[in-house]
């Protein structure tokens, strides 16, 4: 699931680049190692997409465990697959988030990673999670809040517009990075920890790859949010003068607890 999901190749695409910045690698990592997968563990990652992380789980969880990857889009289904063909214990499967296809409490482990942004109901798909997980399994929980996404530009209203269509188009959900501990608790997690880091970019085509600027700066002409000349003087500036671009990116690390009876 991605900020630009238009064909497969280009989701997958999109998806590869981000996970291959730097910021990418830290923050997966850091919440993998927060995730304490032991050896045996069944591990579920809701909205797995091409299957990024899906060979870093398995090593986690060894060769007695289980990964189990669900997307509800079918091409990045048959690309995970694929990717993990050699993986005896990956199995990836097209679900939806909101309906997941497990037993209770048969999970030992969960993320969702940059997935609540899209989905129809947050609240649901966390429900849904805390519903297959046992007492006491972990979550971690990754989100960009886009309603906070700033670009320097010498016209604050250009840049206002712009960041504008992003929050309200781009993503469905667009400050769902802060209400993640509000919705986690409220699906009957308790939090372990959470986490804001602000995203820094500083120069135009790293911000090209994670913000798809030119892209997205076409359809927010197209929408009518900027036109055509000030999106012509917007992508010059940023693409000639200092780049510098931010946006909050939430992490959360929950544990689920006993349903109520």
Known sequence: ???????????????????????????????IT???????????????????????????AGPAGAVLGIDQDPRMVATAQARMADRPTVLVRHAD???????DHSIDRARAD????????PAAVLAEIHRVLRAGGLLTLAEPDWDTLAVDHTD????????????E???????????????????GYTLRAVRNEAVVVTDFQTAETILGLRRNTERAVAAGY???QDAAAWLGHLTADTFFATVSFVTVVAESALALV
């Open 1 to 31: 699931m991605t900020i630009s999901a238009v064909t497969s190749s280009a989701s997958t695409s999109y998806l590869d680049a981000v996970a291959a910045t730097d910021a990418a690698r830290s923050y997966k990592q850091d919440l």
């Open 169 to 187: 188009r781009v993503n469905r959900n667009q400050a769902i990075g802060r209400q993640l501990p509000r919705l986690a608790v409220h699906a």
């Open 34 to 60: 927060a995730l304490a997968i032991a050896p045996g563990h069944r591990v579920l990652d809701v909205g797995c997409g091409p299957g990024t992380d899906l060979a870093a789980l398995a090593e986690a």
């Open 156 to 167: 604050l209203a250009v840049s206002r517009a712009f960041t504008r269509y992003v929050a």
């Open 226 to 228: 900027l036109t055509e």
């Open 114 to 121: 940059r997935v609540l942004m899209h989905v129809a109901d």
């Open 97 to 103: 988030a909101h309906r997941l296809p497990f037993e």
